[in-house]
């Protein structure tokens, strides 16, 4: 019985070549081959296999495969392992196609409204942390530390290029939704900046003991539940920053789970700090990541950009559901603020 469900994702799927000639460059036989999201799984001979088309460059490939060795090297091991070709590489080059091949990790997805499952991922997000404390890597573009002020900024200038593009379209419900709320996520943006700004975030980022390689996509099916131990897969977005920037999404995927209930905040920095300590310049730099509108931002970025091909229901109803939550997350942010920095 294989551990996962079938759910086909035809638009990047047919950009893959299954030509039986690319697994021979394999040491096992392909016994079956299963689409599953974004990726194949490889029924083989020396178990299952995932099979993924690489859809960046190889330079930001080799990023993420010395990240994963220094993760290994200093005792972290519930990462990704990646298959060698039978040339003794770690990818495989294919009419100008980069793809990969990596053992498959037998564990179910991570429930983020299991609070157990939320345990076992932070003990693992603090852990995965330590062990990636130090990496260094010549790509400028996948080191991002101290850029955040500026990227908020670049988004406040998006949201504006998205505000002309709604009030130039045909005020659908979703554009008026928009314009509505428009001032608010300005303010809200502007908010975040002015406490990243009055907090010690550059001299957080000088500091090598705070910086890790941050997976980046902490979503619930890229932690996957193992003998109560969490692993973690799919680096494809993998960056070097602030521990807390990871902290911050994993906090916001919890939150809008639980309608921002901030207990569940409390208790995941409770959990992490008992194993990856948080000092008071991480938690006011915490609090400028969340206070940032990145749900709502998100929508819009993935609307306006079509980004997503979600259809046109789903994204009002998305947009809808992060605009109702608001209030929640206000009352949410105002007792973070008291309990750590007041």
């Known amino acids: 019985m294989l551990p996962f469900v079938k759910v086909k994702n035809k ?6 070549d299954l030509d039986i000639n690319i697994f021979k460059k394999y040491d096992f036989k392909v016994l079956d081959i299963i689409p599953v999201r974004k990726i194949y799984i ?7 296999k995932v099979f993924k088309r690489l859809n960046y460059s190889l330079e930001n490939y080799n990023f993420i495969l010395k990240g994963l060795e220094y993760i290994k090297s200093n005792g972290f091991r519930r990462v990704i392992s990646i298959d060698s070709t039978i040339d003794g590489k770690p990818y495989l080059e ?16 991570s429930q983020f409204s299991n609070p157990i499952d939320v345990e076992m991922d932070i003990e693992g997000i603090a852990n995965l942390h330590l062990a990636s404390e130090g990496f260094k890597f010549y790509n400028t573009k996948r080191n991002i530390c101290g850029n955040m002020i500026h990227h908020y900024r670049i988004m406040e200038n998006q949201m504006k290029i998205f505000y002309g593009i709604a009030d130039m379209g045909k005020n659908n419900e979703f554009d008026i939704m928009f314009k509505s709320i428009f001032s608010e996520i300005i303010a809200q943006i502007n908010k975040s900046i002015r406490i990243l700004e009055k907090s010690c975030y550059y001299k957080l980022c000088s500091r090598e003991d705070k910086i890790v390689l941050c997976h980046h996509d902490l979503a619930h099916h890229n932690i996957l539940i193992k003998d109560d131990k969490a692993y973690f897969i799919d680096f494809d977005y993998a960056v070097i920053d602030l ?13 809008k789970n639980s309608y921002y209930d901030f207990k569940d905040c409390k208790q995941i920095i409770k959990n992490y700090d008992s194993i990856n300590s948080l000092d008071e310049m991480e938690l006011s730099v915490l609090y400028g990541f969340l206070t940032f509108p990145k749900d709502i931002y998100d929508i819009l970025r993935n609307y306006y950009t079509r980004a997503k091909e979600w259809d046109y229901e789903t994204f009002l109803n998305r947009l809808q559901l992060k605009i109702d939550l608001h209030e929640s997350k206000e009352e949410f942010l105002e007792l973070f603020n008291k309990e750590y920095l007041g």
Not at 11 to 16: E, R
Not at 42 to 48: A, I, R, V
Not at 243 to 255: A, G, P, Q, S, T
């Open 94 to 109: 294919w009419k100008g196609e980069l793809y990969c091949v990596m053992d498959m990790v037998d564990g179910r997805e």
């Open 42 to 48: 490889l029924e083989t001979d020396k178990g299952y």
């Open 11 to 16: 638009s990047d799927l047919i950009k893959y």
């Open 243 to 255: 521990k807390v920037h990871d902290l911050c999404n994993f906090i916001n995927k919890i939150e």
